[in-house]
């Protein structure tokens, strides 16, 4: 086993650790944080416009799905990794064996259940917008500017760091060289994602609130958060081209698999973990959700 191999593994049960248990704990512990501090007896709101005849009770069994689904998905890689240990299989082959879309895949499966919680709770909000009745609205009329959500560095970044790949990218091509589909394919589907994350940045900064009850306080808090991540995909995603770009025209396929881990787990780090350490279950305002609250 090379100083590669073990890199590798070390790189990619922390990848299992994060992933898989670390992010998914701390959401399951705000869930049920929720749960217990603000009951629906308490905060009817949160939970009257539920199908469920006892939505707290649906809500816990959700959470705990979707945490037994994770411990589930870290414990299968785990056995994936032990089984190619014991059977000496290297990991730095793995472009070379063509396994490579394993870590691809895996990580695919590590995104289900978050995926999953994250449609589920769309869906709750949905709910809870059908449900709203109050005739009454109160918020700020002031305009949300881009700038008040995102420092100007972390915008310029996102756009030079496209440029730096675009200009990367068609230098290896050759400029002279004339565009192939498959050029034409990755330049217009990279631009293509950086105008869905302008697009779903414009609809937290000037859509209207999913949640009906928040206040305007946590609104904003949730914009700038919402908008970071965004911007921050599309640094990383540029930036990421620009990697494995270099692995393959340097020949460096033993790293491939190690720079992809670390890619995924940067990825999950700005995004779910952004959303945790900016949005914390603690800070936010649940007295909206109270029978009298009146809408802010």
Not at 23 to 35: A, G, Q, S
Not at 88 to 95: D, E, L, R
């Amino acid at each position: 086993m090379t100083i590669i191999d073990i890199i590798f593994y070390a790189i990619f049960i922390n990848q299992i650790f994060l992933i898989s248990y670390h992010y998914p704990k701390k959401t399951f512990d705000r869930n049920i944080y929720v749960l217990q501090k603000y009951p629906a007896a308490d905060y009817p709101k949160l939970y009257q416009h539920s199908r469920y005849a006892d939505p707290s009770k649906a809500m816990l069994n959700s959470i705990r799905k979707y945490m037994a689904a994770n411990i589930t998905i870290a414990l299968l890689g785990l056995g994936i990794l032990l089984a190619m240990a014991a059977s000496g299989y290297a990991p730095s082959g793995i472009k070379e064996n063509k396994h490579i879309m394993f870590v691809m895949v895996f990580f695919m499966l590590q995104a289900v259940p978050h995926l999953l919680l994250e449609l589920s709770t769309h869906k709750w909000l949905k709910g809870m917008r059908g449900a709203d009745k109050s005739s009454t609205r109160k918020a700020d009329l002031s305009p949300r500017k881009l700038f008040d959500f995102v420092s100007p560095f972390y915008v310029a970044l996102a756009v030079l760091a496209f440029i730096a790949w675009v200009v990367y990218y068609l230098n290896n091509k050759g400029f002279t060289t004339a565009w192939d589909w498959q050029t034409y394919v990755t330049i217009f589907g990279m631009t293509g994602m950086n105008l869905v994350f302008i697009s779903f940045g414009y609809k937290y900064l000037r859509g209207k609130k999913l949640d009906p009850h928040q206040t305007y306080k946590d609104q904003r808090k949730l914009i700038k958060t919402m908008v970071r991540v965004f911007v921050f995909a599309s640094i990383m995603m540029s930036v990421q081209l620009m990697v494995f770009d270099a692995i393959n025209q340097n020949g460096w396929d033993r790293f491939e698999p190690i720079a992809m881990s670390i890619y995924f787990q940067v990825v999950i780090i700005f995004g779910i973990g952004e959303v945790l350490r900016m949005f914390k279950i603690e800070d936010i305002d649940f007295d909206v959700y109270k029978e009298d609250a009146w809408l802010v």
